[in-house]
């Protein structure tokens, strides 16, 4: 209702790996705030935004919701990054991608760097981006019991959402 025109881009994570990021954040000052400290509460919390974000693309269509994998993005930028730009009917330019992956690279985003998110309104203030050290693989992954509790709890959004990117090779 607020944006009937709007186009939404769906970064796809996996679970496990959602869930260890968010415990990471929940250990820092910057994610104590908002982030859950319980893989349980996290594993729920990914299901209920795939859920969210899956009903939206229903409602909106192919035209308005695009589907990326994360790991598409991080091991195919360019050619992921140029597919959003395509679908965004964004000229094909290729200097422009190459420029985005420079500023946004690994390392720029460590040292707190990065393309600055434009915010508005209460959040104006309030910094968009992760506090330096975040990015990247700082975070320990999650051990069996909690990996099992995540399964469990993700394992019908799982499946779901794999038959879902099953028929977006692409994605």
């Not at 009903?55 to 994360?70: E, H, I, K, Q, T």
Request: charged content about 35%; some cysteine.
């Amino acid at each position: 209702r607020l944006a009937p025109e709007c186009r939404v881009v769906h970064v796809i994570r996996s679970a496990e790996a959602v869930v260890a990021s968010l415990l990471a954040a929940s250990r820092t000052d910057w994610g104590r705030p908002w982030a859950p400290r319980r893989a349980e509460t996290a594993a729920r919390r990914w299901v209920r935004c795939v859920e969210a974000a899956e009903a939206m693309a229903d409602r909106l269509g192919p035209d308005r919701f695009l589907r990326v994998r994360y790991e598409s993005l991080v091991d195919r930028p360019a050619h992921a990054l140029a597919r959003v730009r395509r679908w965004l009917g964004l000229p094909d330019d290729r200097d422009a991608v190459e420029a985005a992956l420079r500023a946004n690279s690994r390392d720029a985003l460590r040292s707190g760097g990065g393309t600055p998110i434009p915010t508005f309104g209460e959040a104006a203030d309030a910094s968009a981006r992760e506090p330096a050290g975040f990015i990247g693989d700082g975070y320990r992954p999650l051990g069996p019991l909690d990996r099992r509790r995540v399964r469990r709890i993700a394992q019908a959004a799982t499946r779901r959402l794999d038959e879902t990117l099953r028929r977006d090779p692409d994605a």
